[in-house]
Every structure is written in C-alpha cells, then in structure tokens.
C-alpha cells in the first residue's frame, strides 16, 4: 500500500512539475519586454471600449474576441499575461487529453510532455506579447482538438457542448476560422445519417447542427459589419486591379471604371524583387466614387462569382510566385516576433518545414499500417481537424490579399497538430506480441477519461 501511494504520488509530480515549468517558461517569455502594439490592436482597442451588448462590439471591424479580452484587461501588459494564462491553460489540456489516449507510465508522459514541447515552439509563443489575434485563436485549437478527442472516446451531450464552445471561441477569435465549425458540422451530419443506429446518433446530429448554427451566427457577424467588403478590397488590389484581363473580367460582372483601373496599373512603378504588383486607387477621391459604391454593395458577391467560375485558382494562385500578397512580412512568420524573445530551441523539430512535415506524415500512414493499429474514432477525428487546416490555409489565403503569412498560421498549425498526435499514436500505442491479426486489439487507452 506505501508503495502504491507512493507511486501515485510520484506520477502526479511528474506531470505537475513539467506543467508548472511550462507555464513559467510562457508567462516569462512573454513579459520580458513591453507589449508590441500593431495596426489591428488600435482597433481592438477601440471596438473593445464599445458597451458589451452593443452593435459596435458584435458587429464591429474585428471579431469580437479579442475586443473583448481587452475589455477584461484594459492594458497591453495585462492583455498579454492573460492571453498567455489562457494559452498554458488550452495548451495543458490537450497534453494531459492526448497523454490519456495511451497506457499509464512513460508512454502518457510522454505524450503530455511532447505536446506541452510543441506549445513552446515560435509559431505558437510569438504572439504572447502582441495585441493580436493569433494567440487566443491558437488556444481555440487546442481546446478543440481536445474536446474532439474527448467526443470521439465518448459521445455525450456536455463532451458535445464542449466542442461546439471551442468552434465558437476560434470563430470569434479570427474569421477565416468559420470554416472550422461549418465543416466540422458537416462531417458530424454525415456520421449521423451513415449511423441512425448508432448510440452516437443523437449526440452526433445535435452537435453537428449546434456548429451550424455557430458558422451561421459568426458569418452574420462578419457580413453585418462589413468586414467582407473589406477583405475583398485588400483581393482586389493585389489579385485584380494589376491584371487587365482579370480587371476586364469583373469590368463585365458590373465593376465600374476599369479603364481609369488599367491606366494606373499602367502607371505604377514596378515592384521590388519578390514582391507582388498591387495597385490601390483612391476609393475616397471622386475619381473613383462608383468604384468605391461598387465594392461596398457588390465586391464581395461578385469575387465570390469570381472563385466559384475558376475554382482552380483557389489552389494554384498560393503558389504562385511572388506570392500574390502584400503587407506579409515577406512570408517569414518571424516578422512578427518581438525583439529579445525567448525561445525553447525545438521549433526545428516540432515545427518541421513543410517537406519533412509530408515526409513524417507519410511514415505515419506506413507504420499505422504495418503494426495493424485500430482506426478508432479519436484517430479519425485527429486526422480529420489535421485535413481541415489544409482547407483552412487554402481559405485564409483566399479570404484576404494582406497578411497572409499571419493568417494562414492557425490552418498550418492544425495540420502540424494533426501530424503529430497521430506520430505519437503509432510510435507510443502498445500492441501484445503476436497481435498482428486482421482483428488487431491495440491496447492504448481510448476509453473515455474519468
């Protein structure tokens, strides 16, 4: 009995103790030096000071989120400490959720400790110390992805609510995170109505539609406020206005001035190498007054026309170089990252480049194979948030012409999240010896937590 204690004592401490490390190394990074302000903080600011239940915050330039955490906070300081508590606290979850999926001892330690390393890689501790988006969105995911987790080992009405908060919260941390919800609603619709039997019918439909209406509620947000218009503006002038055919194009679906369009572009000095031609005309000058009409009432509606008649640029125009962007800190995310921050040394490893990412993901689907393990509903549920940040990319890249490095970073973030729980699933779940049958019975822990 002293013994057992004593070990339930000593494997408490060894998750405590690197969960109490991890969190100092996060809050310290990111109070090192000053708070960094951008563009957007000022308007986060400012949509923050709107009263709570008003137009102006719900419906205001920036999804509301963040406004409102400022709203907690008051202060960059005390904006980046508790964006920062909130990461350690989503990020904490997700490692304690994932380490559960296998058998007790260095195995589920090992799956805590490697997901608390990947939350002290630079693409996820950069933004501690800005008054941005990005920070609060990248904790969304990892509550959803442990939420997800949690779902699949069980289907029950509060697991589901769980899920449908988490879609909620990154929808309204950035916009292009609506697809998370919409899609996610759809691929839990078609597990209903694939499984009527199922015990999981009903809390599969009503999740499924509890994400429905979280995509509807924040693209109403995002039309109601105009911020649409807005990202199609920023298309226009990096992916239109320079191409005389495309300008041409949008010149017959009712656009107006297109030659006064054509003869700036023509006019425009040319770029620097590697970067993209733009042209922005004066929307406030009279010059160009229908046009500026004409994007508020119709640009969104038409550019949407525009991608759905050449659905193929959706996934050949990002790699198109230069990159079709502006404003996007030449496609380094470390453009964002404050001066004298502190890193943990395993981005190298953890945030691989895209090709060793495809390499791991390939030895993964071999292994999954070669040691016969279950394709249980967690891994499909793993699998599926890691394919869906793919979609996420494509539509954040999509979605707006400036900044797409920034934006594109939580879709990439989820597929590397997706590569990686399923690396530690083929390498950490036990199989008995001499299992290798056409029935496996892999023996990690799927069963729900307690």
Same mark, same amino acid.
């Given at each position: 009995?002293?013994?057992?204690?004593?070990?339930?004592?000593? #494997?408490?401490?060894?998750?405590?103790?690197?969960?109490?490390?991890?969190?100092?190394?996060?809050?310290?990074?990111?109070?090192?030096?000053?708070?960094?302000?951008?563009?957007?903080?000022?308007?986060?600011?400012? %949509?923050?000071?709107?009263?709570?239940? /008003?137009?102006?915050?719900?419906?205001?330039?920036?999804?509301?989120?963040?406004?409102?955490?400022?709203?907690?906070?008051?202060?960059?300081?005390?904006?980046?400490?508790?964006?920062?508590?909130? /990461?350690?606290?989503?990020?904490?979850?997700?490692?304690?959720?994932?380490?559960?999926?296998?058998?007790?001892?260095?195995?589920?330690?090992?799956?805590?400790?490697?997901?608390? *390393?990947?939350?002290?890689?630079?693409?996820?501790?950069?933004?501690?110390?800005? =008054?941005? /988006?990005?920070?609060?969105?990248?904790?969304?995911?990892?509550?959803?992805?442990?939420? &997800?987790?949690?779902?699949?080992?069980?289907?029950?009405?509060?697991? *589901?609510?769980?899920?449908?908060?988490?879609?909620?919260?990154?929808?309204?941390?950035?916009?292009?995170?609506?697809?998370?919800?919409?899609?996610?609603?759809?691929?839990?619709?078609?597990?209903?109505?694939?499984?009527?039997?199922?015990?999981?019918?009903?809390?599969?439909?009503?999740?499924?539609?509890?994400?429905?209406?979280?995509?509807?509620?924040?693209?109403?947000?995002?039309?109601? #406020?105009?911020?649409?218009?807005?990202?199609?503006?920023?298309?226009?002038?990096?992916?239109?206005?320079?191409?005389?055919?495309?300008?041409?194009?949008?010149?017959?679906?009712?656009?107006?001035? *297109?030659?006064? %369009?054509?003869?700036?572009?023509?006019?425009?000095?040319?770029?620097?190498?590697?970067?993209?031609?733009?042209?922005?005309?004066?929307?406030?000058?009279?010059?160009?007054?229908?046009?500026?009409?004409?994007?508020?009432?119709?640009? &969104?509606?038409?550019?949407?026309?525009?991608?759905?008649?050449?659905?193929?640029?959706?996934?050949?125009?990002?790699?198109?170089?230069?990159?079709? /962007?502006?404003?996007? &800190?030449?496609?380094?995310?470390?453009?964002?990252?404050?001066?004298?921050?502190?890193?943990?040394?395993?981005?190298?490893?953890?945030?691989?480049?895209?090709?060793?990412?495809?390499?791991? &993901?390939?030895?993964?689907? =071999?292994?999954?194979?070669?040691?016969?393990?279950?394709?249980?509903?967690?891994?499909?549920?793993?699998?599926?948030?890691?394919?869906?940040?793919?979609?996420?990319?494509?539509?954040?890249?999509?979605?707006?012409?400036?900044?797409?490095?920034?934006?594109?970073?939580?879709?990439?973030?989820?597929?590397?999240?997706?590569?990686?729980?399923?690396?530690?699933?083929?390498?950490?779940?036990?199989?008995?010896?001499?299992?290798?049958?056409?029935?496996?019975?892999?023996?990690?822990?799927? #069963?729900?937590?307690?």
């Amino acid at each position: 009995m002293i013994r057992l204690r004593r070990w339930q004592c000593d #494997s408490r401490v060894n998750f405590v103790v690197p969960g109490l490390v991890f969190a100092w190394f996060r809050l310290w990074q990111g109070t090192t030096a000053p708070t960094l302000i951008w563009q957007d903080s000022k308007n986060y600011e400012t %949509i923050g000071a709107q009263p709570l239940w /008003s137009s102006g915050f719900w419906f205001g330039g920036r999804p509301p989120l963040t406004p409102f955490l400022w709203k907690l906070t008051g202060s960059p300081g005390a904006f980046a400490i508790g964006q920062t508590l909130i /990461s350690v606290i989503a990020w904490t979850l997700l490692g304690w959720t994932v380490g559960r999926l296998f058998p007790a001892g260095w195995r589920r330690l090992a799956g805590y400790l490697v997901i608390l *390393a990947f939350a002290t890689t630079t693409p996820i501790v950069l933004w501690d110390r800005s =008054v941005l /988006s990005e920070s609060l969105a990248l904790s969304g995911l990892a509550l959803l992805f442990a939420s &997800a987790i949690r779902l699949a080992q069980k289907p029950t009405p509060r697991r *589901a609510s769980v899920v449908v908060g988490a879609a909620l919260w990154c929808a309204l941390a950035r916009d292009t995170e609506i697809l998370l919800p919409a899609t996610l609603g759809l691929a839990l619709l078609i597990f209903a109505l694939t499984r009527r039997h199922s015990p999981a019918f009903n809390v599969a439909l009503a999740t499924a539609f509890g994400l429905f209406l979280v995509a509807g509620f924040c693209i109403a947000t995002v039309v109601e #406020s105009g911020r649409d218009t807005l990202n199609t503006t920023d298309n226009l002038y990096v992916r239109v206005f320079p191409y005389p055919a495309r300008v041409a194009w949008f010149s017959a679906h009712g656009m107006p001035e *297109a030659k006064q %369009i054509d003869k700036l572009a023509a006019t425009e000095p040319r770029p620097a190498h590697g970067t993209a031609k733009t042209v922005f005309p004066d929307l406030n000058s009279h010059e160009f007054a229908h046009l500026n009409t004409w994007i508020n009432n119709h640009g &969104a509606t038409t550019y949407t026309l525009w991608i759905i008649e050449h659905p193929w640029l959706v996934v050949l125009e990002p790699f198109r170089r230069p990159e079709r /962007s502006f404003n996007n &800190a030449g496609g380094n995310i470390n453009g964002y990252a404050a001066g004298n921050r502190v890193t943990s040394g395993l981005t190298p490893v953890l945030w691989p480049p895209w090709v060793w990412l495809l390499g791991v &993901a390939a030895v993964v689907v =071999v292994v999954l194979d070669e040691r016969d393990l279950e394709v249980s509903r967690v891994v499909q549920a793993v699998v599926g948030l890691g394919l869906l940040g793919i979609l996420a990319m494509f539509a954040a890249w999509n979605g707006d012409g400036q900044e797409t490095t920034r934006h594109t970073l939580e879709g990439l973030a989820e597929v590397h999240l997706g590569v990686l729980i399923m690396l530690l699933y083929v390498t950490l779940t036990r199989v008995p010896t001499g299992n290798k049958t056409s029935d496996p019975q892999p023996t990690a822990d799927l #069963s729900p937590m307690t």
